[in-house]
């Protein structure tokens, strides 16, 4: 069966800082990858997004970047964070050929 | 580009039937799909349309109607367990990622 990890799960960052966040999956190949981030009490907002090894689509500009080194890591990265970088994090998969997405349990980060 | 609209709040007593309306606007449509998300968990999924009509998962269904990009998702019978927040979410334009409303919170009273 497929799981997906993500780490840390929780984070106290000051500003100005770098951020690496990292999700795996394990039990599928060449998934689709996605980076949301929730602030506290609203939607979800749609980050980066990968189709495969290298293939980074960003949606929304800012200081944030993302990464896939491997098939089935996604990283993502900051050289210097803000305090509106503040939110719940959380990485997601989905095979190509279904339409269910899978999440994992999220990072909850918090910039001082 | 894709937005959805979804109430922000919805309050219901135990054991009655609530239902949350969503309409989206989207440049290409591969279906709309309900997630379920519990305070300081992850969204987990609850049900796919892709085709106009009435889809049925136990005591939640989901219906479609593509012509007027509207959709909603029932839930019947609620329980307390079921107080969470619900997400409406289309694909974006290349079918690559998906797009979430801004979430309903359901409050299940007793």
């Known amino acids: 069966s497929q799981t997906i990890h993500q780490w840390p799960a929780t984070l106290v960052q000051p500003v100005g800082s770098p951020l690496s966040l990292e999700c795996t999956v394990e039990g599928t190949s060449n998934p689709n990858l996605y980076w949301y981030r929730q602030a506290a009490g609203r939607g979800l907002q749609l980050l980066f997004y990968s189709v495969g090894i290298g293939q980074i689509s960003s949606e929304v500009p800012q200081n944030l970047s993302a990464s896939r080194p491997q098939d089935r890591q996604f990283i993502l990265s900051s050289k210097k964070l803000l305090l509106s970088d503040s939110g719940f994090y959380l990485c997601?998969?989905?095979?190509?050929?279904?339409?269910?997405?899978?999440f994992g349990p999220g990072t909850r980060l918090t910039v001082t | 580009g894709q937005s959805l609209e979804q109430p922000s709040e919805v309050t219901a007593v135990e054991g009655a039937i609530v239902q949350i309306n969503c309409t989206y606007q989207t440049s290409g449509f591969y279906g709309l799909s309900w997630y379920q998300q519990h305070d300081g968990g992850a969204p987990t999924f609850l049900s796919y349309n892709a085709l106009d009509g009435l889809e049925e998962t136990g005591r939640f269904s989901s219906f479609l109607s593509r012509s007027d990009s509207y959709g909603y998702l029932l839930l019947q019978e609620l329980q307390m367990k079921d107080s969470a927040s619900y997400f409406c979410a289309v694909s974006n334009e290349a079918g690559t990622a998906l797009i979430f409303g801004k979430g309903t919170t359901l409050s299940v009273s007793s």
């Open positions: 997601a998969w989905r095979d190509d050929r279904i339409y269910e997405q899978y």
